[in-house]
Each structure stands twice: as C-alpha cells, then as structure tokens.
C-alpha cells in the first residue's frame, strides 16, 4: 500500500512567550508537535514550513495602521487589553508568519485535497484591531490572499470554534466570494457578535449528540445555498470540549473526531480541498490541549488514507 503523506504546516517560532498563569497556553504548538511525535501521527506528514507575511500584504485584511501598530509595539493600555496578549517582539514575528501558515496550507491542499496548518484560526482579529488572543486574522487573509493570486474563486469559511468567528465574518461582510460559516456557542464571547453569512448558535451546555446534530444541518444548509467553493478553511477547534477552560459546551474527545471526520468526509466526497487550521483550545495543561489539538491530524489520516 502506498504511503501517503499529508502536509502540515508548522514554524519552530508559533510559541508565544508568556506568564506561568497566562490564560491561554502559549506553547501549545510545540507541544502539539511532541504530541504528533510521541504518537506517531507525525509519520504521515510532511513539514512546511512559511515564511513570515509581508506588511504590505497583510494589508489585504488589515488597516496598515494597525499592521504598523503591532510592529512597532505602539497599542494603548486598551488595545492591549483587548487584544489579551503581552506586547513582544516573538509575539510580532510569529504574528507575521501564521498567517502565511494557512495560506500555503490552503495551497497546498489545492495541489494534494488536504493540508494542515499547526497553528491558525486567529477569528477574533477585525480589520483594524486586535481580539481574544488574535492579532492578524490568518483566515480572512489567506481566503483574500487566494482570490487575489486567482488560485481560487469562491471559498468557505467553516469556523467550529466555540466563540463566533467575529472578526472574519467583519472583515468578510461584503466579500461575495468568501462564505463565512460560524457553529459556535450562543452564550460564549464575543458578547457582540458579528453577522457570519450563516451562523449556527449553539445553546451552553450541549454535547455531542446536539453539536454533532447542528453540523449536520450546517451542512445540508450548506449544500441547499449550494456556494460550491473551491476551497474549504476549516477552523477545527477544540475549545467545544468539556474541560475547556472557556468553552461552555460539553463535548467529548470522542465527539470532535466525530466532527472533524463528518467535515473532512462531507467535503471529501464533493472533491473540494480541506486546509485546517486548529483554532482555540484551553485547559489545566498545554500538554492536555495538545492531545485536543492532536484530533484534527488523526482524523484527516482516517478519512483521506482511503
Ligand atoms: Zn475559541
């Protein structure tokens, strides 16, 4: 049998450098890496790895004020709050190449049907200002970016994070060819949400049975619209889990693999290519939110190995 190998996208500098008991785990990336090695996951991959995004082009999703600001570091006591990360210049460098992470996913999965991106799914981040731990929004960008390259003409933008994906459905508002779909927890932040071209607001408290029953409506709505993308964005987050530290679902491990192989599957078999992005995830240990993060990769090697 022949041994496929699937690319996953991944730079040694995605860790965020940031205090012992910062909310979110800033070194979730390398450990998600250790995670694909120690159980061998990591086999059936191939690493890339992106170069950092140019100011200029960043540009195509972001006010080049704000793209200066974050340079620079010149974001007032507020923007900084908002944005709920330090100021440093790791920070700055792993913002610039994130974002370049999903788009040579997303071109990656035009040339094979399938790429992941280790890092990724930054919604929260608006044209001019940044969000919920989300500088640059990566998805906004790369979905632009490929339209613009004409490597693509209609994308989807399918955000399973359990917060709304604001920031991309903002900044896409008025883009035809860019479908923003967001399946996320009603009572969850943002407290404002913005209006994705479909959204899927799922009530606190429900697990798989529910999540996954609201997927499959997603999807047949999905199909009636009948968009045809060219490409899928799927941002594949595990902070729907039940021991998420923000998340106000339930789900189960079990349920996201269920998730993400009925989304892989769905898409699959319409022969549109899948670039995932692993979007929020949070709890008692980096190590712990790693193993959540480590569902995606599994679930593209069970459903694309046949
Ligand atoms: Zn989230």
Known sequence: MRNIRYPIIYHPSYDIPLPENHRFPGTKYSALIKELETTGIIENYLKYVPKPATAKYLSIAHDPFYIQAIETGNLSKQEQTRLGLPW????????????????????????????????????????????????????????????????????????CDVHQGDGTASILSNDRDIFTCSIHCAENYPPKKAKSKLDFPILRGSGDEEYLSVLAQCLIEMDRINFAPDL????????????????????????????????LSHFKNQQVPIATTIGGGYGETHEEVAQRHSIIFAAVQSVFQN
């Open 88 to 159: 440093s210049k790791t920070l700055v460098q792993r913002s610039f190449l994130a974002p370049n992470g999903t788009l040579l996913a997303a071109q990656l999965a035009l040339q094979t049907g399938i790429a992941c991106h280790a890092a990724g799914g930054t919604h929260h981040a608006h044209w001019d200002f940044g969000a919920g731990f989300c500088v640059f929004n990566d998805l906004a960008y790369a979905a632009r970016a490929l339209i613009a390259m004409k490597l693509a003409k209609r994308i989807l933008i399918l955000d």
């Open 232 to 263: 899928v964005l799927y941002d594949a987050a595990v902070d729907v889990h039940n021991n998420d530290k923000l998340g106000l679902l339930k789900m189960t491990s079990v349920g996201i693999y269920q998730r993400d192989k009925v989304v």
